[in-house]
Structure formats: C-alpha cells, structure tokens
T-cell receptor, first 114, second 110 residues
C-alpha cells in the first residue's frame, strides 16, 4: 500500500534523553514536513525538506534536528534542548517542492516526557 | 508569518443539519487546504482550494482570495463528520511553509 508511515505510535522519554521519530513514504514525493500539535491547537511547522540533502527550519525548530539522506525518509530527532517536547508529532509529504500541492499526513507519534 | 483564524472554535450539530466553517487569513496565499482530523489524530485532506469553489459529495468549499477568506460547507451532517477541521495556507513568497489555524471542533449528535 502507498502511504506515509510513522513509528513508533507512542513514545515515552526521560528528561535529558534524545529520541528519534521515524517517517517513511513510498509515494515518491519530493517534499516532506514535520509538524507539532499541542492539545486543542493547530499544527506548527518544525522543519521541511524540498529535496534530498536539503531542509529548512520552520517556526519552531529550536531543540529539534532532521536529516534527509534518502527521498523516502525524513527522521526527526527531539533533543534534550527542547524544553517542552510532550506533544503529538505529525509527518507529511507532498508530490513536488514549490507549493501548489496537497499534503498527505502520516498517523502521528505521541511523545510523552516522564 | 501568516495569521490564520478559524471560526467558530466549537460547533455542535444535530445529525442532518448544515453548517458553515470560516477561515480568514492575513496575507495573499499560494495554497489553501482544508483538513479533517479524526478522533485518533489522522488528518485527511478535504480540499486543495487556493481560489474558487469545489464540491465533493456533501462537502463544498469556496475561497475568495482577494478578500482573504475561505468557507467550508457541510450539508446533511453525519456523526462521522465529527472531529476537528483545519484550514492551512502557504504564503505567496515562501513555498512549502504552511500555517494552520486553531481549528473548528465539530460534534454531530445522533
């Protein structure tokens, strides 16, 4: 089946630990995105990538890092520098870089810091 | 960034009723999308509609780009329409950078 997969579905982390969230797509899409959603809020853009080996910061990139070594993969690392990481994290992709396209979302990862 | 305001924030409907959700945005946009988020958190794209009108079954959307707003119409609502509806926009000069509204939470009662 074509689509976007995220793993794990639930993730628990102790304070001070880095964790990496996985995002994979088999849609052959060029652009990929990471968003954060807090309870009762909309989505906020963390990072986006328009092409392999290139990515741009969104509005809330501090405390996060990404890589785009393969077209189909865009992992997000939540570092210990992120002061309030408990949230719902959503990955998305769209066919082409440069706008005018629909975004498709994965099922999300719920991260809880203990 | 672009400010996106959605109204109303909460909406309760009886099954079979119609509703209109509104999205106002503060700048010219290249892309506007409507999404539905189900109770499990999955976002589904409803419309890509930077301008004009589109219809898909009981749902339709209209964007008036010159006046910086978009409307989502839901007719003959069903309980499965419950969830949160988001509007997202991409500015004219900043491709791939999307801004989401805070959403409209819809509860359709049987």
């Amino acid at each position: 089946d074509g689509g976007i997969t995220q793993s794990p579905k639930y993730l628990f982390r102790k304070e001070g630990q880095n964790v990496t969230l996985s995002c994979e797509q088999n849609l052959n899409h060029d652009a990929m995105y990471w968003y954060r959603q807090d309870p009762g809020q909309g989505l906020r853009l963390i990072y986006y990538s328009q092409i392999v080996n290139d990515f741009q910061k969104g509005d809330i990139a501090e405390g996060y890092s990404v890589s785009r070594e393969k077209k189909e993969s865009f992992p997000l690392t939540v570092t210990s520098a992120q002061k309030n990481p408990t949230a719902f994290y959503l990955c998305a992709s769209s066919p082409r870089a440069g706008g005018t396209d629909t975004q498709y979302f994965g099922p999300g990862t719920r991260l809880t810091v203990l | 960034g672009i400010q996106v305001e959605q109204s109303p924030p909460d909406l309760i409907l009886q099954e079979g009723a119609n509703s209109t959700l509104r999205c106002n945005f503060s700048d010219s946009v290249n892309n506007l999308q409507w999404f539905h988020q189900n109770p499990w958190g999955q976002l589904i794209n409803l419309f890509y509609i930077p301008s004009g009108t589109k219809q898909n079954g009981r749902l339709s959307a209209t964007t008036v780009a010159t006046e910086r707003y978009s409307l989502l119409y839901i007719s003959s609502s069903q309980t499965t329409d419950s969830g949160v509806y988001f509007c997202a926009v991409e500015g004219l000069w900043n491709f791939n950078k999307f801004y989401f509204g805070s959403g409209t939470k819809l509860n359709v009662k049987p």
